[in-house]
């Protein structure tokens, strides 16, 4: 048993690790420059190891999604925010630094990925920043903090589509402007039109 669980805490360190580097490598080399062996050489890992954790290099990107979101969740747990408005705020500048640090490049490469697979992850409802902002949105309707008409899962929807055109905005500017600070900038002027 203790052998089995030996394993399994191995393959997971592998899965990160190999993880880890090709993410590295898509931020400094551009996705399409990058090939699986290359991934491999820089992980120490073989062709076939890489294969068994990953079906292909673009499926690193939802893996690296769902990292991310796992990531940011952990950032906001334990949190105590005043209200709606600020919690919303402060999940989208988690977010929001996790994407200027991958880097404009990186991000327009996932944005070619999302687009060029037909991979639907990061539009999924069910990710971490979709229900965290719905459930605050819930919130903050049912404590009056915003109006009652609002209805919390078509304005959670509405919030992702801003910033993700905020996010593709910033790739095709080159990152030549704050994204975490544009984003919040927009959300607000959004929340404000929310309050109560």
């Not at 690193?60 to 991310?68: A, K, M």
């Not at 949105?137 to 009652?148: A, M, P, Y």
Request: hydrophobic share 40%.
């Amino acid at each position: 048993m203790k052998e089995s669980t030996s394993r399994k805490q191995q393959a997971m360190e592998t899965r990160i690790k190999i993880l880890e580097i090709a993410l590295g490598l898509f931020k400094e080399k551009g996705m399409d420059a990058v090939k699986v062996i290359d991934i491999c050489q820089a992980a120490g890992v073989s062709v076939g190891a890489f294969y068994h954790h990953f079906p292909s290099k673009e499926s690193i990107i939802e893996r690296g999604y769902q990292s991310i979101d796992a990531y940011i969740e952990e950032g906001m747990k334990n949190r105590s925010f005043a209200n709606c408005t600020k919690k919303i705020l402060c999940l989208f500048k988690e977010a929001n630094l996790v994407m200027e640090e991958l880097g404009w490049k990186f991000i327009g490469d996932v944005y070619k990925y999302t687009l060029t697979t037909g991979n639907k992850y990061t539009l999924s409802t069910e990710r971490y920043p979709y229900c965290f902002i719905q459930e605050s949105l819930e919130e903050g309707v049912s404590s009056g903090q915003l109006r009652e008409e609002i209805n919390p899962a078509q304005a959670t929807e509405f919030l992702m589509k801003l910033v993700r055109g905020i996010t593709f905005d910033w790739c095709i500017c080159q990152g030549s402007y704050s994204l975490v600070e544009e984003a919040a900038k927009t959300v607000e002027i959004i929340l404000r039109e929310y309050a109560a």
